[in-house]
């Protein structure tokens, strides 16, 4: 339900990065909270809605060039995070090799 809430009311009010809406204003008119509206962000993106982002919040995109600058950041935030996971592995040199060694849920490779 709040899917369908969230894309209607970024269509009628927040169309173009100029209208960009914060995700606490978002929060608190839909009543979810920040995990909830990133996945259903991340739903709708899915489902090939036009949601975009940017430092100024959300909108939805009424250009392809808003579409293409949000599939950049969303980039460059897979990049970081994949840098901190190969930090992350790295650092687990530092620990006693001794230590029995389970996977990680989500498929770790090691």
Do not use: C
């Not at 606490?24 to 979810?32: D, M, N, R």
């Not at 259903?40 to 600058?69: C, M, W």
């Amino acid at each position: 339900m709040h899917k369908e809430q969230l894309a209607e009311y970024l269509h009628r009010y927040h169309q173009g990065a100029e209208n960009a809406v914060i995700s606490k204003t978002l929060e608190q008119v839909l009543g979810i909270s920040s995990k909830e509206l990133r996945d259903i962000v991340n739903a709708l993106r899915h489902e090939e809605i036009p949601i975009a982002s940017d430092q100024r919040g959300y909108f939805y995109a009424k250009t392809e060039t808003e579409v293409r600058l949000t599939i950049r950041h969303t980039r460059n935030r897979i990049s970081g995070i994949s840098a901190a996971i190969s930090g992350l592995r790295r650092s687990l040199a530092t620990f006693d090799d001794t230590q029995i060694r389970l996977p990680l849920e989500g498929g770790d490779d090691f």
